[in-house]
């Protein structure tokens, strides 16, 4: 029985935050840093930058890039970006973030999170279609939306409810399909709305 | 939400020995939890404990082992035991009764010495011992901690039972100390009906 690593490479910022940054995630179960020339290519990508203004990774399109970061001004992103993980973070929230991205899916720290919404979402309500959608959800649906609204990760949504994170990541698809939004950054500025319009009907 | 069966497997753990100052390689624990990756781990800690972040009460193994390794991967933690006591916490104060269960005790002791690893805690001849072992302890104490030993299983059997309920056709490992494991086995097969129970390494 042997534990299937996923490769990671670390970029940006100085040789010393790399240095420890790459320290950091080799101590980490499951995970294995590698060079970021390697053939094959890195899973993950983790990049550090400190602010939005840094410059990006230019690297295979295909590598899913987790940038460490702690601005989210940034005012657009490349493709491969599908993780901001802020540096106020604990180590361990790095793990996850790292497994998250190269699952394919995003991962965006809460307090980011929090930024990002506080900087888009000025004084929007949802609409009669978005409020009868949004009452079709069902108890455990309207729950997790209300944890991603917070900007909780799968892991702590899941931990929080005492549920797998594949369950989470389940009623997540649910969610958008119901929603019919695409990501969770789409359902996060939906779900921020919803105590302004409807309150306690969903929650 | 996933049709398939609950898969469940039992880990016995090498408990109150990690009381002594006898130096064991909790590595090896966190190396099995993270290679079995559960999606689920159920671990002897009270919910209460648990949600407050305070250890302080739970096993060694619990605070210096398992709740490193979820930390960092996308395993959740689900607090089962209803009260903290343990295993040694039913010997009796004074008498013939403690001096018999203090033999027993050496005797466990001895063969907790002998099976230094995870495999062989987990093995069948160390478990057929330490059932010996626990039973006839058992048979030592005083009725009322005898009735009180076998209703913490109890609730203990249920809280698992319930969350498996709560997320069904999941990876579940319960992680217990290797006393309990007479008790919670024939418990935990009266429901058959609502997970397979696998060796760990099956899992």
């Not at chain 1, 670390?10 to 080799?26: K, P, T, Y």
Request: aromatic share 6%; hydrophobic share 40%.
């Amino acid at each position: 029985m042997t534990i299937r690593e996923i490769t990671v490479s670390v970029g940006g910022g100085q040789e010393l935050d790399r240095a420890g940054l790459s320290a950091l995630i080799a101590s980490l179960p499951g995970l294995l840093v590698v060079p970021i020339d390697k053939t094959p290519p890195p899973q993950v990508l983790v990049w550090e930058t400190r602010t939005s203004t840094d410059e990006l990774p230019s690297v295979q399109s295909d590598i899913p890039i987790l940038l460490l970061t702690e601005d989210a001004g940034f005012e657009s992103l490349s493709e491969s970006v599908t993780g901001l993980l802020s540096r106020d973070e604990s180590p361990s929230a790095l793990g996850i973030a790292i497994r998250q991205v190269a699952r394919g899916e995003q991962y965006l720290s809460p307090s980011l999170a929090v930024a990002i919404l506080e900087k888009h979402q000025t004084g929007s309500v949802l609409t009669e279609s978005e409020k009868s959608i949004i009452e079709t959800l069902t108890e455990r649906e309207s729950e997790i939306l209300e944890l991603l609204a917070r900007g909780l990760s799968n892991k702590l949504i899941a931990a929080r409810l005492y549920l797998s994170v594949r369950t989470v990541e389940g009623h997540l698809a649910n969610i958008y399909l119901r929603l019919g939004v695409h990501s969770r950054t789409e359902a996060m500025l939906m779900a921020v709305k919803i105590p302004k319009s409807i309150g306690t009907t969903v929650r | 939400m996933n049709p398939a069966k609950t898969r469940l497997a039992v880990l016995g753990t090498m408990s109150d020995l990690h009381r002594q100052p006898i130096s064991y390689d909790l590595h090896s624990l966190q190396k099995t939890i993270a290679e079995v990756s559960p999606d689920l781990l159920c671990a002897e800690i009270t919910r209460e404990g648990w949600e407050r972040g305070d250890l302080s009460q739970a096993p060694l193994e619990v605070r210096e082992a398992l709740a490193l390794v979820i930390a960092s991967m996308d395993i959740v933690l689900i607090p089962v035991i209803p009260t903290p006591e343990q295993f040694p916490d039913f010997a009796p104060a004074s008498g013939w009764r403690r001096r018999l269960v203090r033999t027993f005790d050496r005797f466990l002791r001895w063969g907790q010495i002998q099976a230094n690893d995870v495999e062989t805690i987990n093995g069948s001849w160390f478990s057929i011992f330490c059932h010996t072992i626990c039973w006839l302890t058992e048979l030592v104490w005083t009725a009322k901690d005898r009735a009180e030993w076998e209703r913490q299983n109890k609730q203990l059997v249920e809280n698992i039972v319930h969350a498996v309920q709560r997320d069904s056709g999941r990876r579940v490992l319960v992680a217990v100390q290797c006393q309990r494991l007479h008790r919670l086995i024939p418990l935990l097969h009266a429901h058959d009906d609502l997970f397979s129970i696998v060796a760990y390494q099956d899992l």
